[in-house]
């Protein structure tokens, strides 16, 4: 039986996934265990057999998932048993500077494994951040948002839970653009995904599908949970416009689906709809409406 490299990695990454979500203190005691190990197998194979490169897997694990510090910690830790647990790398008799010295050239090389482990899960981190996020204004991008409408979704059909879209748009964004420069219709659209951040609970999402429209989604949510939350982040906006004197006003359509329709973007077609009734109608505007797929 033949493993395609595409379906070895999948299953990579899952395994990797699943590391990532354990739990700090189990993943504490995991790398203590896998030190205990490596440092048994050390012990039992004598002068035969070298394996002083196993003890890189406990230091590379803990700077992982424990960061920085619990690494070195780890390389200090397997330094000490390296060198205690192989006295045939000195002469019988050595001077105890020697084991010393061996002890503070193998910490080194072990503390550099951790904090290349270290800094190469933070970029990673970063990078994976960068990937799901809006890089101007801090909230989802499109990408990222239209994944987690369809995770949730699938997840309102299994349980029969409704679902809640906010589609927002921004009225007169132009003339900030226009009169005060671009930079400053930057400044207002960063204090928009702030705002809205700030607002929404934890189990909301908040993205910024481009330009200046944004949107919310209210996981397990049904209309009378939308009429309240739709109106505190209208407030929320217009009170942070007034702070800064910018003259704008918000679109909002708020869609709420008993029955989620099939994918995320017909949720935020539908959505997109109802923002441009409240535009049409005048802007400044709620425009609600309950709808099944």
């Not at 050595?94 to 910490?107: D, E, Q, R």
């Not at 409408?149 to 589609?167: F, N, T, W």
Request: aromatic content about 6%; some cysteine; overall charge positive.
């Amino acid at each position: 039986m033949v493993i395609r490299p595409e379906i070895m990695n999948t299953r990579l990454h899952h395994f990797m996934d699943w590391l990532q979500r354990l739990p700090r203190p189990f993943m504490l005691v995991l790398t203590l265990m896998l030190f205990a190990a490596v440092g048994g197998l050390d012990y039992a194979s004598g002068t035969y057999i070298s394996l002083s490169i196993l003890y890189c897997l406990p230091v590379s694990l803990a700077a992982w998932r424990l960061g920085r510090n619990a690494g070195i910690a780890m390389g200090v830790l397997s330094a000490v048993a390296l060198v205690l647990l192989n006295p045939r790398s000195e002469p019988i008799g050595a001077p105890s500077l020697i084991m010393l010295w061996n002890f503070l050239i193998v910490s080194c090389l072990f503390g550099l494994i951790a904090l290349l482990v270290s800094r190469i899960t933070e970029l990673l981190q970063k990078e994976r951040m960068l990937a799901r996020t809006d890089f101007l204004t801090g909230v989802c991008n499109r990408l990222a948002f239209m994944k987690e409408v369809d995770q949730e979704i699938l997840r309102a059909l299994r349980h029969g839970q409704s679902l809640s879209l906010i589609y927002i748009d921004l009225d007169d964004f132009k003339v900030v653009n226009d009169r005060l420069g671009h930079h400053e219709g930057d400044r207002l659209l960063q204090a928009v995904g702030r705002a809205l951040l700030q607002t929404v609970r934890g189990i909301d999402s908040v993205a910024r599908l481009g330009g200046d429209e944004f949107v919310v989604l209210l996981p397990n949510a049904n209309s009378d949970a939308a009429a309240i939350v739709a109106p505190r982040l209208r407030q929320a906006l217009l009170t942070r416009m007034r702070e800064d004197l910018w003259p704008v006003t918000f679109s909002i359509g708020v869609l709420t689906c008993p029955i989620p329709p099939g994918s995320a973007e017909q949720l935020i077609h539908r959505a997109d709809e109802l923002m441009y009734r409240a535009k049409q109608g005048g802007k400044d505007r709620l425009v609600y409406s309950l709808q099944s797929a």
